[in-house]
């Protein structure tokens, strides 16, 4: 163990400004294409094309494809400032856990070339953490979730968020608001703790390549962000293309929760009237959004965390 002086860690409050500031301005940026995604899956006639022509062809384009936006913000930066806060106090209890495997930042720093200012955890904690944030987030930010995608869909007439969420409450109760969170939580779970370990491990291996360079160095701002948002950009991907079913099935849902009432009988529907591929609609648009919007995510999360601790040295 070395005597120099610990760095300060950033307070568990800033983690969750951090997640608020980097969710919402990721949401802001990539709604057109959330939007788009939603009009997509609500219905086998929809094409990403089709979907984008008829939002163009309406009086105000523009404004048509930051519809919802409101929601977003809120449900995303909502979101990830829970997501990160909790994901940051189950990663520094991880720490304390003597069965789990832990090495320090600065120690995978200088020995595998790692971006990281996060603790650096094995492969199962990470995908654990991962898992357990994600569903947590997602649980508490479901109603405003279901409001946003019905908000978007064109199967609701809705003018304001106050109108949705009083029809909801009057039609369906407070169990309206939590409608497909059982394909939600088996989605995210999935995804939040592949993401996680993925994208731990790309740092690794895109900080061990970048350290051989002649100019680049790890710990700095230079050569850590490019190296967050490209592994970012992997992570998201690979845990997208495993987890696009669940979202599928989880719109559905959220769009007509009568007619599909739970995410098995919703499944066996799509399967059943659309086949296969009703499984993998709006992929390509949610490839898109999730590798830009958690790329960026983390990236500015992490870049505020290391910023934050530099100051409290």
Known sequence: MSDAPQKKKASSAFHIVAGLGSGAVSAFLLQPADLLKTRVQQSQASTLTRAFREILNGPHPVRSL?????????????GSALYFGMLNQMRQYATQLPAVPIVSSGEVKSATGSSSALPKLGNVANLTTGALARVAAGFIVNPITVMKVRYE???????????????????????????????TAVRDAPYAGLYVLVYEQAKARFGAVAATGEHLKPATMSSSAPINFASGVVAAVTATTLTNPFDAIKTRLQIAPSRYGNMFKAASMMLRDEGVKSMFSGLSMRIGRKALSSAFTWTVYEELIRRAERVLV
């Open 66 to 78: 930051w519809r919802g936006v409101t929601p977003s913000v809120l449900r995303t930066g909502c």
């Open 153 to 183: 869909s064109t199967h609701y007439a809705y003018k304001s968020l106050a109108g949705a969420a009083k029809d909801i409450a009057a039609k369906e109760g407070m169990r309206g608001f939590f409608a497909g969170f059982g394909a």
